[in-house]
């Protein structure tokens, strides 16, 4: 990766430096997660463009409640891989530093990492379909399906469907780190939903080395400064230890 550090010496990144992540499904792969575009990319025969929808919550409550449950339980037995734990890694080292990530599986916060602005929510919160309360999944008594809050209104997941406007909070503290940033890495994003796949190009536009770690290509690869062809739990750790020797001087 010798590449990679010309370019770090080109770019003059220090410890001090502002660091963005952006991830998406990839880099659950490695801990079994089934990403959402890939071959095996189906969820129980699903797309999620067909039921992370309000039209299909709407017209079949159960049925998205339950796909979502089931989604809930194969997450919940998985473990973070090495790709989370070397994000960790960076948020523990970099002062200036934020993990946008696509994912709603609560991975990179169960592999330690504290500074991450969740785009499209997270699988293991509800929210109230009447005031938009957010609560935790875990304590909703399932006497029906969907269950109901307490005011008496379906409980919804706290995700973002399609057609529905990311958290604000979380888009604009994206959208400032990726102008800010001096380094982003772009990890396991097939890079085709929007408004998530325009941080990288925000990030290059304002001036910042974009790295992007992915067995594939992406309509991002030919923009980016450096494409890393694997698989981020192998890659990553090996990116994050270059980053922690170069920038310490
Ligand atoms: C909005 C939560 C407006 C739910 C998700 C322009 C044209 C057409 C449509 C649109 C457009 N602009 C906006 C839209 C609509 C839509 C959209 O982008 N559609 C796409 C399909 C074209 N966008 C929206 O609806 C967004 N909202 O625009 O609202 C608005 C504004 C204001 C007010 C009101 C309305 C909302 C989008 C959020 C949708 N919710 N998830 C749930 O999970 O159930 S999106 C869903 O896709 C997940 O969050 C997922 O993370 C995300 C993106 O997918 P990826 O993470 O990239 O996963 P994917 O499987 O695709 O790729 C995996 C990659 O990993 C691959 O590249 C693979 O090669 C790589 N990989 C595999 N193994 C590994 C690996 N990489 C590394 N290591 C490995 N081992």
């Not at 159960?62 to 090495?82: L, Q």
């Not at 772009?186 to 290059?204: D, E, F, M, R, Y």
């Amino acid at each position: 990766m010798e590449s990679l550090t010309d370019l770090l010496s080109e770019t003059g990144l220090k410890r001090r430096s502002p660091v963005s992540v952006l991830t998406g499904a990839g880099v659950s792969a490695e801990s079994g997660v089934p990403t959402f575009r890939g071959e095996e990319g189906l969820w129980k025969n699903f797309r999620a463009e067909e039921l992370a929808t309000p039209e299909a919550f709407d017209r079949d409550p159960a049925t998205v409640w339950e796909w979502y449950d089931y989604r809930r339980r194969i997450i919940a037995a998985k473990e973070p891989n090495p790709a989370h734990r070397a994000i960790t890694r960076l948020d523990e080292a970099f002062p200036d530093f934020l993990l946008i990530t696509q994912n709603v599986d609560g991975l990179h916060a169960r592999a330690g990492t504290r500074r991450i602005a969740e785009l499209h929510g997270n699988l293991f919160r509800v929210r109230c379909t009447r005031d938009g309360e957010v609560s935790d999944n875990l304590g909703v008594p399932l006497t029906e399906i969907p269950p109901r809050c307490k005011c008496g209104s379906l409980l919804r997941p706290d995700v973002v469907w399609f057609g529905e406007g990311l958290p604000r909070e979380e888009f604009d503290r994206a959208f400032n780190a990726a102008e800010a940033c001096k380094l982003m890495l772009v990890v396991g994003t097939s890079a085709v939903v929007q408004p998530a796949a325009s941080i990288p190009l925000v990030a290059k536009q304002a001036g910042a080395l974009v790295v992007e770690v992915n067995p594939d290509p992406t309509p991002l690869t030919d923009l980016v400064d450096l494409h890393l062809r694997g698989n981020a739990g192998e890659v990553l750790p090996r990116v994050v230890d270059i980053l922690l020797d170069f920038t310490d001087t």
